[in-house]
């Protein structure tokens, strides 16, 4: 499948449904059309059914079931009933209420929901069959005659579209339709709501979601479709609609189970099984919450619960993939990509035309590095369902990406992308070798097989391929031993630094290899940010001002309940600050019991073993007790630099808090400022020496380095300048134009060694700047660094230098220098190849046809 | 170092420029023209770039000062060195009366820096004053039908200039590919700096052909858009009715070696130098059919002869022997 034919298939689909409410509903619907059953119905039937709803919205059954006693034998009552006994997992009983239903003005809605209660009951074929029929007779004859007719349509060809995905668009048509006829009708329109959600149309569903909550606030149906978008779109909302929902009705399945796959994300299992079990008291045999349950049970380690929970489930699942869909997604977020493989693979054996069961099966097969098997799948699962965009958008990427390189190493397969590749492997062949040389050592552990690290030059891409959705704040991802991260041109330079998340995410696929990928993920986290600490101290970044005043301030979560920190944040910055938290408490654990408390612990996760046994056993910290020792262990470690800072806690006019920095460091830092625009240069530096010995490691823009460099720059005193960058070059790993800037004032100091170190930096940071690799070259020749002479050399090259010939020659006298002849006259005679008459190329090979002098 | 590649140069280019003897018997002159800069930054870069190839016209290209002519939009800047204000008027006037005066061995190099716009689906250089569309270019230079007339317009909206100054004898070289690329372009900087110093001597004959200044530009500007990760707004063309063998060995910079050729030692060694050059042009137009390995082996000996040859001229030119 091409992608031009893809993206024209996905836009025309796309396009369709968004657009779908614009044009619909004129030429297929004949008059007349007369509202039936609805909200005009006033009849004694008529104001039971409504009656009926209103009770099932609140979950009130068995009131709902008493008001419509009397009339059960009516048709628009029994239609009423059915779903208030499917609720209750009557379903034989919802069935014959559905049969009641067909005799009456609402027969053909009757039938229809009839035909999805048979499918969901186990007659899937027979059920799909029958509804093509029917809506093949239905527009055969003309279309659709009444407004319930109308809606029937809109059920019968959603339920379609999963066979046929044109078939989605037909069912935005009836909708559309049917709206127009009866606006009022919040229950149509939250099913519309649905169906943009389905086929990932956020924009459109959250639109269409909030007309029926501004008509009515409590719609049930709108407001656990509202829950799944504000997931879908990594959305919070100050007033939480599942906490709504739950104030209608405490034992709705819907939130119970949205609430349950919360816990699940929370990594707290045992709560997430309790709150699943909250949503069987309507339906003890309802097969979401048993799903849910299964989920938990299975991330828990406890097997038997599994099983048990899991054949519950598939008895109401006839013939579905949707527990193993669910299974294979929650393993997914839990970091057990091998997990959702044969999830998905289970589910795609169950129901072959699931298309979620096929994307998820493929986007997992291609985070354990089985991109042919994924490719292919997600190729089938786009036929069947061309609007899924995490799946489009996976396709593209590796359309595009098929032509990157691949760069073998030792232990790694390295995939970049074509014009990065020959600088990218440059640095990043040995750092990896490098980091699987220290990360094994240190924590005794082999990856089995190669580990496959990916470079995208592209963030959007890299999102992609890492959650199937641009947007992703995150630099880099290890689904175990496949890896992929930004590529140096994915981001300005001195935004980040390539090189530690490649050591980061090595440490995943270390940790997670461990525990077979099973650990929290704050101890994931940590872990990889302590290692990039370890690994060089400008990595992974130290305490933060910021971090203070917000541990000061008591707004991170606890070591105990640390996880919650990465997966529940509770204001914008709390994970970033979670990543740095959790780092230390590794540090003080190897502290106390070294690398080998540490390797027992990931031991115990590959056991099963939760956290706090863990920490009792390894430590005999209880978490109460492990809460208290960091706490002391860190404000100890970091007394100088809590005394520096005071938080500032403000309140919103919406309620919310927001955390200020205050006391003395900010105090210095405001003078340093004060200073600078009135350029009383002996008090911006008396200022930000102070600022800078009550918080070293604060090395952020507008540090007191930053003021002590401006002071030195206007003054001219490059001793000044060589120290306060020197302050932030040592601390910030990110921070290339500073490195830059030292090598030059270095350079001029005639401190060959400090510049050659600063370039070095510079050049790691962002081996593109063909500049900074030259001049890289130019020192190391100097001070005979001749390996490194190359290696620049051979970078600029790489960057493709207008004058090649002259990059031939200079390569080629590194080789000459580091003693290498051959690659020297190999070099020498590309250079004479562009520029035959090219005089010092020509000296130079015939220097080297000369036999070497023994020394 | 420099010294001594010009001192060669001059004895190379004997051989080698002798296609475009008749070009450099003949006079080049240089016009470059500055139009409305819209704020000091871009004027000062202007008027740098301008300064540069006037000081390199007579320095280094060995022009005369007649021969160099350069239209700011402020003409009061630096009296001395600049002849006149970029309006129109003094545009047409100029190369008006060149185009009408140059003989089929002369050579007119025009260089534009300049905004340009499109008005009603025709593009403009903004001068001082009225504007300039490439039809008004095109019928103040057509008189110029026998010398060579190279026109390089490095601004923006400079790409339709490359169809409608086009022709026999005609060198266009712009900085955009159409008018629609309208952004600010970094074109110039590259073409000017490879024009007046070394950096673009990419074959290391010692001179810069207005190919090679091209071609380092060029190559530049798609490395700036490129590392950056940014789309490109600016995509320099050339074109000379000869897939660039024209600009190829069009250089502003003189052919010399006279002096040399005369001594029969170094003429004979010129003549080696200048067949063994030959086989390697043979041995390059079959690199094709070749193995790398084999290409390789072939030309390290052609090569090895030139060298020896270049060091027995340099010999013979510091009074030595071959």
Known sequence: MSRAWRARRWWRGARALAGALCFVGTAALPTPLRAQGGAGDTTGAGAAATQIRTLADQGRHADAMERGARWRAVPVVALALAPV?????????????????????????????????????????????????????????????????????????????????????????????????????????????????????????RTTLEQVLTANPRQPRALAALVRLNAFEGRRTPRDPLQRLLALDSANTDARVIAARRLLDAERYDEATAEARRGLVHDSTAPQPWVVIAAARLLAGDSAGHRVALERAHRRLPGSAAAEVELADVSARNRLYAEAVRWAQAGVTRDPRDARALALLGINQLRVGQVVEGRAVLERAFRLDPYDVWVKNTLDLLDSYASATTVTTTHFQLVIEKEDAEVMALQAAPLAEEAYA???????????????????????????????????????????????????????????????????????????????????RWVSEGLSVYEERRARPEWGGSVTPMLMAAYGAGRLRPVSRLNDGFVHPRFGEETILSYALSAYVFEMLEERKGIAGLRTVLGGYREGRGTAELMQRVYGLAPAALDSVFDHWFRAKFAREFAAVKPVVTVGADGDTALALGGPLQGALEQAARALKDRRWDDVERSAQQAVALFPSFTEQGSGYHYLLAAATARK??????????????????????????????????????????????????????????????????????????????????????????????????????????????????????????????????????????? | MRARRLACALLLSVAMVAPTRAQDGGATHLVVITGVSGEPRIAEQWHGMAMALAAAGTARFGLGAAQVTVLEEDSTRDAGRVNGRSSKATVERVLGALARSLTVADRLVVVLMAHGSMLSGEARVNLPGPDMSPDDFKRVLAPATAPTVAFIHTGSASGDFLAAL?????????????????????????????????????????????????????????????????????????????????????????????????????????????????????????????????????????????????????????????
């Open chain 1, 438 to 520: 220290a990360l094994t050592a240190r924590y005794g552990f082999r990856p089995t097989g190669v580990v496959r690290a990916e470079f995208f030059r592209s963030h959007a891409d890299f999102s992609v391929r890492a959650v199937g959705l641009a947007g992703l704040g995150a630099l880099g991802v290890a689904f175990g031993n496949v890896i992929a991260l930004d590529a140096p041109p994915a981001r300005k330079p001195g935004e980040f630094h390539w090189g530690s998340v490649l050591w980061h995410e090595f440490a995943h696929t270390i940790t997670l290899g461990m525990t077979d990928n099973r650990m929290p």
């Open chain 1, 717 to 855: 005193n490059a001793a000044g300048s060589i120290a306060a960058l020197k302050g932030i070059t040592s601390r910030d790993g990110d921070a290339v134009d500073e490195n830059i800037a030292l090598a030059g004032l270095l350079e001029t100091a005639r401190d060959s060694a400090g510049a050659f170190a600063a370039l070095e930096r510079a050049a790691f940071v962002n081996p593109f700047d063909a500049k900074v690799q030259a001049r890289l070259a130019d020192v190391a020749m100097a001070r005979k660094a001749f390996a490194v002479a190359v290696r620049a050399r051979r970078a600029v090259l790489a960057l493709a230098p207008s004058d090649r010939a002259d990059a031939y020659y200079r390569l080629a006298a590194s080789y000459v220098a580091l003693g290498d002849r051959v690659a020297a006259r190999r070099e020498v005679l590309r250079a004479l190849d562009l520029a035959p008459n090219f005089e010092p190329a020509q000296d130079l090979l015939l220097s080297l046809r000369t036999p070497e002098k023994a020394p």
């Open chain 2, 166 to 322: 086009g022709g026999p004898r005609r060198i266009v070289i712009t900085a955009t590919k159409s008018g629609r690329e309208q952004n600010e372009t970094l074109f110039p900087g590259y073409f000017v700096r490879a024009l007046t110093t070394d950096v673009g001597d990419t074959d290391k004959d010692g001179r810069v052909s207005l190919l090679e200044a091209f071609t380092h530009a060029q190559h530049e500007v798609e490395q700036l858009f490129t590392q950056g990760n940014r789309l490109p707004t600016e995509h320099p063309q050339l074109a000379d009715g000869a897939d660039g063998g024209r600009a190829r060995s069009f250089y502003l910079a003189p052919a010399g070696g006279g002096a040399v050729a005369a001594n029969p030692a170094a003429a004979a060694l010129l003549r080696d130098r200048a067949a063994v050059q030959a086989r390697i042009d043979a041995l390059r137009a079959k690199r094709g059919d070749m193995s790398e390995a084999a290409y390789q082996q072939a030309l390290e000996p052609l090569i090895v002869e030139l060298a020896m040859a270049t060091r027995a001229l340099r010999a013979l030119d510091a009074g030595g022997k071959p």
């Open chain 1, 85 to 205: 006994l499917e609720a209750q997992g009557r379903l034989g009983e919802a069935d014959n209420a559905y049969a009641s239903a067909e005799r009456g003005a609402d027969s053909l809605r009757a039938r229809v929901e009839r035909l999805r209660l048979q499918r969901d009951r186990g007659a899937g074929d027979s059920a799909y069959a029958r509804l093509e029929r029917l809506v093949n007779t239905m527009e055969g004859r003309g279309s659709a005659r009444t407004a319930s007719e109308v809606h029937a349509m809109a059920i019968a060809t959603r339920l379609l579209g999963r066979s046929d995905p044109q078939r989605f668009k037909d069912a935005l048509r009836y909708y559309d339709a049917l709206l127009a006829l009866e606006p009022s009708r919040l229950d149509a329109k939250a099913e519309l709501g649905e169906l943009f959600l389905e086929k990932f149309n956020g924009p459109d569903a």
